[in-house]
């Protein structure tokens, strides 16, 4: 839209001459020029946009007197405004070749005698540009001529100012052209220095910045490498908006400024923290302090921003400073090596930041970028002298390792020798140790054996009373019935001796009749007496393995009558209740009758000595019971032994399967009962037993057994 006014403004002004403006405005006039440039004063000034004030007929009493030259930020940004002068060059001085130098921060168009002689900035945007005094060629007649500047003050004016010196709105300086553009060329090769100095600089960061990088990349455990390739590059920005600060061109009112001094200010922090990483320092309270500090800082200084600056600007990079010097002065007197050389630096940090502070203008901001430069340069000579020490230090290990290999070299030799001494006398002692070994083994076997052996006696000496109490029943029946056979034989036989008339046919055939039968019953009981002493002779005997069909229920039963019977034989008072619950369709199952048969043994008798036991101190209420069952779970023959005794103690519970450990008295028990049960059924059958107590209650023994 406002480059559109202007279009219309060249449309609208023709044949504009000096006598079109009316009004009292103030004349300056021309009539010497200064070697340093003419400065053109007595404007005049009036707000608004209006393109009509151009115009030979545009009535210009109601503008009023203005300077300039006062700083930009007096004015409101994003705002337009017009100003105007009248000047009269004097005929005494017989040119019209001028120069208007002009410097501003604003957005402009310039006319000269109602015509648009220059444009400066982005008045759209309202954007500012300076041109730094770069003269622009006018001819001018003697007489009254008058200047129209059409300004946008820029947005987004910041409050401070990074230098002493006013951002002018608006000067205008004449001179002979020839010297204006003599005084320019003067004055870019006076401001070359210091963008030359900001070179320097920014190229010394530059290479500290890649140098600090590339170590902390191939060596990422020393953080300070990293801390120091942040601060360079800080730095390096910061050197960045100096040098772009430092063109006469850029306006110096943009937001860039408010961005580096926050860069400025997080860099002064992480020189901090380069020394708390390098010194290894315990505390990070002041750190963090100056860290919270940023967004607070951000705020003020966007807001009220010339007491933030010369706050921030001051204040902190000298308690930043001070801060230094203090973690320098404890790495020194905690003789951190080599501490001099960081509290040398920091002190020049020190004295270089309070000059600057003390001192303004270019000097201020010199001695500044020195005290910058020290701190860096400061703390890489710190690490050149540290990386040369770690040289030295790998260069005398390196000689040690050296030596020490030589060393290493005749001991290998020495050792060699001895070795070769002693390996005849070591496979001598392997032999004769190997030897010994062997014998040991062979009698460790023997001994398992034997106590295996022991315990299968042991076992079978308690199913003796219990077998002797068995096998009596059968043969008492076999020796009566032999004596009532004897008898029957002698009364057959006394009556085939009488006559043949006399004997009695039916007395004889019911002689043989009970005869007969009672062979039968001596026959089924010295059966009985046989099937109980091979079972005696199969326990005894060492267990081949083979596995047969077998009716778990008629094995349960006759080891559950043994055991009960070779208790009562040592002991006559015992007496316990036998409760049996045997699932009647249980099948046949392959196992090995004689060691599945030695496991219900073993159960069995468990049960009746805990019972025994605790009848021996229970109440005469107690009344001692076992209970056997089986049962079909799961493809699988499930036998559970279950006793109302003194329990299992929990403390223990786990143990009772361990080899030789018992619960008891001496001479007793072996430990291996349970042990060899375990084995028989988890091992030999793929089974498993499961243990259930509570002590002084029950124990309940389970057994599973697969039918495939």
Same mark, same amino acid.
């Given at each position: 839209?406002?480059?559109?006014?202007?279009?219309?403004?060249?449309?609208?002004?023709?044949?504009?001459?000096?006598?079109?403006?009316?009004?009292?405005?103030?004349?300056?006039?021309?009539?010497?020029?200064?070697?340093?440039?003419?400065?053109?004063?007595?404007?005049?000034?009036?707000?608004?946009?209006?393109?009509?004030?151009?115009?030979?007929?545009?009535?210009?009493?109601?503008?009023?007197?203005?300077?300039?030259?006062?700083?930009?930020?007096?004015?409101?940004?994003?705002?337009?405004?017009?100003?105007?002068?009248?000047?009269?060059?004097?005929?005494?001085?017989?040119?019209?070749?001028?120069?208007?130098?002009?410097?501003?921060?604003?957005?402009?168009?310039?006319?000269?005698?109602?015509?648009?002689?220059?444009?400066?900035?982005?008045?759209?945007?309202?954007?500012?540009?300076?041109?730094?005094?770069?003269?622009?060629?006018?001819?001018?007649?003697?007489?009254?001529?008058?200047?129209?500047?059409?300004?946008?003050?820029?947005?987004?004016?910041?409050?401070?100012?990074?230098?002493?010196?006013?951002?002018?709105?608006?000067?205008?300086?004449?001179?002979?052209?020839?010297?204006?553009?003599?005084?320019?060329?003067?004055?870019?090769?006076?401001?070359?220095?210091?963008?030359?100095?900001?070179?320097?600089?920014?190229?010394?960061?530059?290479?500290?910045?890649?140098?600090?990088?590339?170590?902390?990349?191939?060596?990422?455990?020393?953080?300070?490498?990293?801390?120091?390739?942040?601060?360079?590059?800080?730095?390096?920005?910061?050197?960045?908006?100096?040098?772009?600060?430092?063109?006469?061109?850029?306006?110096?009112?943009?937001?860039?400024?408010?961005?580096?001094?926050?860069?400025?200010?997080?860099?002064?922090?992480?020189?901090?923290?380069?020394?708390?990483?390098?010194?290894?320092?315990?505390?990070?309270?002041?750190?963090?302090?100056?860290?919270?500090?940023?967004?607070?800082?951000?705020?003020?200084?966007?807001?009220?921003?010339?007491?933030?600056?010369?706050?921030?600007?001051?204040?902190?990079?000298?308690?930043?400073?001070?801060?230094?010097?203090?973690?320098?002065?404890?790495?020194?007197?905690?003789?951190?090596?080599?501490?001099?050389?960081?509290?040398?630096?920091?002190?020049?940090?020190?004295?270089?930041?309070?000059?600057?502070?003390?001192?303004?203008?270019?000097?201020?901001?010199?001695?500044?970028?020195?005290?910058?430069?020290?701190?860096?340069?400061?703390?890489?000579?710190?690490?050149?002298?540290?990386?040369?020490?770690?040289?030295?230090?790998?260069?005398?290990?390196?000689?040690?390792?050296?030596?020490?290999?030589?060393?290493?070299?005749?001991?290998?030799?020495?050792?060699?020798?001895?070795?070769?001494?002693?390996?005849?006398?070591?496979?001598?002692?392997?032999?004769?140790?190997?030897?010994?070994?062997?014998?040991?083994?062979?009698?460790?076997?023997?001994?398992?054996?034997?106590?295996?052996?022991?315990?299968?006696?042991?076992?079978?000496?308690?199913?003796?009373?219990?077998?002797?109490?068995?096998?009596?029943?059968?043969?008492?029946?076999?020796?009566?019935?032999?004596?009532?056979?004897?008898?029957?034989?002698?009364?057959?036989?006394?009556?085939?001796?009488?006559?043949?008339?006399?004997?009695?046919?039916?007395?004889?055939?019911?002689?043989?009749?009970?005869?007969?039968?009672?062979?039968?019953?001596?026959?089924?009981?010295?059966?009985?007496?046989?099937?109980?002493?091979?079972?005696?002779?199969?326990?005894?005997?060492?267990?081949?393995?083979?596995?047969?069909?077998?009716?778990?229920?008629?094995?349960?039963?006759?080891?559950?009558?043994?055991?009960?019977?070779?208790?009562?034989? *040592?002991?006559?008072?015992?007496?316990?209740?036998?409760?049996?619950?045997?699932?009647?369709?249980?099948?046949?199952?392959?196992?090995?009758?004689?060691?599945?048969? *030695?496991?219900?043994?073993?159960?069995?008798?468990?049960?009746?000595?805990?019972?025994?036991?605790?009848?021996?101190?229970?109440?005469?209420?107690?009344?001692?019971?076992?209970?056997?069952?089986?049962?079909?779970?799961?493809?699988?023959?499930?036998?559970?032994?279950?006793?109302?005794?003194?329990?299992?103690?929990?403390?223990? *519970?786990?143990?009772?399967?361990?080899?030789?450990?018992?619960?008891?008295?001496?001479?007793?028990?072996?430990?291996?009962?349970?042990?060899?049960?375990?084995?028989?059924?988890?091992?030999?059958?793929?089974?498993?037993?499961?243990?259930?107590?509570?002590?002084?209650?029950?124990?309940?023994?389970?057994?599973?057994?697969?039918?495939?």
């Amino acid at each position: 839209m406002k480059k559109l006014r202007s279009t219309v403004i060249l449309l609208l002004i023709v044949n504009l001459t000096t006598s079109g403006q009316t009004g009292a405005w103030q004349v300056f006039n021309v009539n010497k020029l200064a070697q340093k440039n003419t400065l053109l004063r007595g404007w005049q000034m009036q707000a608004g946009d209006n393109s009509k004030r151009v115009l030979p007929a545009y009535n210009d009493n109601r503008w009023k007197p203005f300077d300039p030259s006062q700083d930009v930020k007096d004015l409101e940004s994003g705002k337009s405004y017009w100003l105007g002068l009248r000047f009269r060059v004097d005929s005494a001085l017989k040119i019209s070749d001028f120069g208007f130098s002009i410097t501003q921060n604003v957005a402009s168009v310039v006319y000269l005698d109602g015509k648009q002689l220059v444009s400066y900035g982005n008045l759209r945007n309202a954007v500012a540009y300076n041109p730094g005094n770069q003269p622009v060629h006018v001819n001018l007649s003697p007489g009254e001529h008058i200047v129209l500047v059409y300004i946008v003050t820029p947005n987004g004016l910041l409050k401070f100012r990074t230098q002493d010196e006013v951002f002018d709105i608006f000067q205008l300086k004449i001179n002979r052209y020839y010297k204006s553009v003599a005084n320019y060329d003067q004055y870019e090769s006076d401001n070359m220095p210091q963008i030359w100095i900001f070179l320097v600089i920014t190229g010394i960061f530059f290479i500290l910045f890649v140098t600090h990088t590339f170590f902390f990349a191939f060596y990422r455990k020393q953080k300070a490498h990293l801390y120091y390739a942040i601060v360079t590059f800080f730095l390096l920005l910061e050197m960045v908006g100096n040098i772009i600060l430092a063109d006469p061109h850029w306006p110096k009112i943009d937001r860039w400024v408010w961005f580096f001094e926050l860069v400025n200010y997080s860099c002064l922090i992480f020189f901090i923290l380069i020394l708390y990483t390098l010194f290894n320092y315990p505390g990070r309270g002041v750190i963090k302090f100056f860290a919270g500090l940023i967004i607070p800082f951000a705020i003020a200084l966007w807001f009220n921003g010339m007491y933030a600056y010369y706050l921030f600007s001051a204040l902190v990079p000298l308690m930043i400073a001070l801060e230094c010097v203090r973690i320098g002065i404890w790495a020194k007197r905690n003789k951190k090596s080599p501490a001099l050389i960081v509290v040398t630096a920091c002190c020049i940090f020190l004295v270089f930041v309070v000059i600057q502070i003390l001192l303004t203008g270019a000097l201020s901001t010199l001695l500044f970028l020195i005290a910058m430069v020290s701190f860096p340069v400061g703390m890489s000579v710190f690490l050149a002298i540290q990386t040369a020490a770690v040289n030295r230090s790998l260069e005398k290990k390196l000689a040690e390792v050296e030596y020490l290999s030589e060393k290493n070299q005749q001991y290998q030799l020495e050792k060699q020798q001895i070795l070769t001494d002693q390996n005849s006398l070591l496979e001598r002692q392997v032999d004769e140790r190997t030897t010994e070994l062997n014998r040991s083994l062979i009698e460790l076997r023997q001994t398992q054996a034997q106590l295996i052996q022991s315990e299968k006696m042991a076992s079978l000496g308690e199913l003796t009373a219990g077998i002797a109490h068995e096998i009596q029943n059968p043969l008492n029946f076999v020796n009566n019935f032999s004596e009532v056979n004897k008898d029957l034989l002698e009364e057959l036989k006394a009556e085939s001796k009488k006559q043949k008339a006399e004997r009695d046919d039916e007395l004889e055939a019911e002689l043989i009749d009970d005869l007969i039968d009672n062979s039968e019953k001596i026959n089924q009981h010295g059966k009985r007496a046989d099937f109980i002493v091979k079972g005696m002779l199969e326990h005894s005997r060492k267990s081949s393995g083979e596995k047969q069909p077998t009716n778990m229920n008629v094995l349960c039963e006759e080891f559950l009558k043994l055991s009960y019977h070779g208790l009562r034989a *040592r002991d006559k008072s015992f007496n316990a209740d036998m409760i049996t619950h045997f699932d009647p369709a249980l099948l046949a199952i392959n196992v090995s009758q004689q060691d599945i048969g *030695r496991v219900m043994l073993n159960l069995f008798n468990n049960a009746f000595y805990a019972v025994n036991k605790k009848a021996k101190t229970a109440g005469p209420d107690y009344r001692p019971m076992v209970e056997v069952s089986t049962s079909v779970v799961d493809d699988q023959v499930v036998i559970s032994v279950r006793d109302n005794g003194s329990g299992i103690p929990d403390a223990i *519970r786990d143990k009772i399967m361990q080899p030789f450990f018992t619960t008891k008295p001496t001479g007793e028990g072996t430990g291996l009962g349970l042990s060899l049960s375990y084995d028989i059924v988890v091992k030999g059958h793929g089974g498993n037993i499961i243990v259930d107590s509570k002590e002084g209650e029950f124990s309940l023994f389970t057994i599973s057994l697969p039918i495939f």
